[in-house]
């Protein structure tokens, strides 16, 4: 009988950290990256056997999942990762645009020097990365990028309701910038943006902020449709 394929990768145990806490963020980076994917049903065996866990939080994490609206419970059916409609999509999007552009805003009035440096040598990593063909290492630096643009604008209430879509945002970003040459095109988005905030051009850094958002929902959209298109001719 052929061995079946993981699902997930064993977790490392971390003695500091409670396993529930551990099982959690493993599925729920495996929904954000795709490696879960969209429709998938979860069976909490089989999850606990790939993990090296017991089913007990493997069930917590599935419930916890459930309450992001990264996991839908089925009744008689059981567990499946969450199918964003378009509708939810184009929300989402809407959404972060608005809120880009506003941390964005803010960033250039309030953003410190050194915050403007470590935004610099990140996007030398990111150039790197790109060049290394290392989409998940650009993928953790973009995320970082926006994080620490939300930082800089010093307003929590803003940084907390992003962080409410930082799921549903980690997953468009592995989509987006997994688009043939998304990711240099990012990457000079993000030298503008930040060429603008350092600046203090709060004005021009929303506009390109903005900008920035749209042109990711297009290579999502892009992606889904080269997607669609590849299952079309198969």
Do not use: W
């Not at 551990?22 to 990256?33: D, H, K, M, P, Q």
């Not at 470590?118 to 990365?129: A, K, M």
Request: net charge negative; charged share 30%; aromatic share 4%.
């Amino acid at each position: 009988m052929p061995k079946r394929e993981r699902l997930v990768e064993p977790i490392q145990l971390d003695s500091y950290r409670p396993l529930r806490d551990l099982v959690f963020e493993t599925l729920r980076e495996a929904i954000a990256s795709g490696q879960l994917s969209p429709g998938q049903r979860l069976m909490e065996l089989q999850l606990a056997d790939d993990l090296g866990v017991s089913r007990t939080p493997v069930r917590e994490a599935i419930r916890k999942l459930e309450l992001e609206g990264l996991v839908v419970m089925v009744p008689r059916k059981g567990a499946y990762v969450a199918e964003l409609s378009m509708k939810d999509m184009v929300e989402v999007f809407e959404m972060r645009a608005a809120l880009d552009a506003l941390a964005a805003s803010l960033a250039a009035e309030r953003i410190t020097e050194d915050e403007i440096e470590f935004l610099e040598r990140l996007l030398v990593e990111i150039r790197d990365f790109i060049a290394c063909e290392d989409l998940e290492a650009c993928i953790q630096a973009d995320t970082t990028f926006h994080e620490r643009l939300y930082e800089a604008s010093r307003n929590m209430r803003l940084a907390q309701t992003i962080a409410n879509l930082r799921e549903q945002i980690q997953l468009f970003r592995t989509t987006s910038l997994g688009r043939p040459g998304r990711m240099t095109s990012a990457l000079e988005e993000h030298r503008q943006i930040l060429e603008a905030i350092s600046q203090r051009n709060a004005k021009l850094a929303q506009k390109l902020a903005y900008q920035h958002i749209e042109r990711a929902e297009a290579a999502f959209m892009r992606k889904l449709e080269d997607k669609e298109r590849g299952e079309g001719k198969a």
